[in-house]
């Protein structure tokens, strides 16, 4: 039943910062088993980025590890992913995810392209 949009996505010079938006709606996050980030590049597989389960444990990449944050805003119903210190090595096409119940599936939202230039 939940439906994705992710917003927020651009180009930067390494070294700046990026807060990426996912919006949901007809379902509520706070409900969901994990909302997550995922990023892919050309060429290579989606990888996951950064989770957040139910029960609010969050997990990181270890190539973001200390760059990026997942932050919540639950009133509103929108995950954030907040970018900093961008490294070239972070250019791919970042997608939101969240598995809902009684949906054992991910549901997808569009993407958002981010580019990091040197």
């Known amino acids: 039943q939940v439906q994705l949009v992710e917003s927020g996505g651009g180009s930067v010079q390494a070294g700046g910062s990026l807060k990426l938006s996912c919006a949901a709606s007809?379902?509520?996050?706070?409900?969901?088993?994990?909302v997550a980030w995922y990023r892919q590049t050309p060429g290579k597989g989606r990888d996951l980025v950064s989770s957040?389960?139910?029960?609010?444990?969050?997990d990181y990449a270890d190539s973001v590890k200390g760059r990026f944050t997942i932050p919540q805003d639950n009133e509103k119903n929108i995950l954030f992913l907040q970018m900093n210190s961008l490294k070239t090595e972070d250019t791919a096409m970042y997608y939101c995810?969240?598995?809902?119940?009684?949906?054992?599936?991910?549901?997808w939202g569009q993407g958002t392209q981010v580019t990091v230039s040197s």
């Open positions: 957040i389960s139910s029960d609010g444990i969050t």
């Open positions: 007809g379902y509520r996050f706070s409900r969901c088993r994990m």
């Open positions: 995810s969240a598995i809902c119940p009684p949906s054992v599936f991910n549901t």
